[in-house]
């Protein structure tokens, strides 16, 4: 059985950090891209950032580039998404996903088969 935990959400004011952790059982997690995405009330999901196995490609949204950095540490079987900057309209719930392997959409939560329970974080201005 797969599980994907996260942690590290919470309450931060506007230009404050977060680093959110997701660690991932029950899978060869090396094998697979991970993804964080994230989702306001009342919106779709959304992509934030995803990196493929071996870390050697990461891709961002544009709406985080520059203040978000997405790593894994394939010895601990965890994927982080390091939060800078943060503003107010990031405020959501973060998921972390594992991806499809042949899935070819990065940024398409369909392309995902995998899914954490959400982190909300939460940024006050």
């Known amino acids: 059985q797969v599980q994907l935990v996260e942690s590290g959400g919470g309450l931060v004011q506007a230009g404050g950090s977060l680093r959110l952790s997701c660690a991932v059982s029950?899978?060869?997690?090396?094998?697979?891209?991970m993804g964080w995405f994230l989702q306001a009330p009342g919106k779709e999901r959304e992509f934030v950032a995803a990196?493929?196995?071996?870390?050697?490609?990461?891709y961002y949204a544009d709406s985080v580039k520059g203040r978000f950095t997405i790593s894994r540490d394939n010895a601990k079987d965890t994927v982080y998404l390091q939060m800078n900057s943060l503003q107010p309209e990031d405020t959501a719930v973060y998921y972390c996903?594992?991806?499809?392997?042949?899935?070819?959409?990065?940024?398409?939560?369909?392309?995902?088969?995998?899914w954490g329970q959400g982190a909300q974080v939460t940024v006050s201005s």
């Open positions: 990196i493929t196995g071996s870390s050697v490609s990461t």
């Open positions: 996903a594992s991806k499809r392997l042949y899935a070819v959409s990065y940024s398409d939560p369909k392309s995902y088969i995998y």
């Open positions: 029950g899978r060869t997690f090396s094998n697979y891209v």
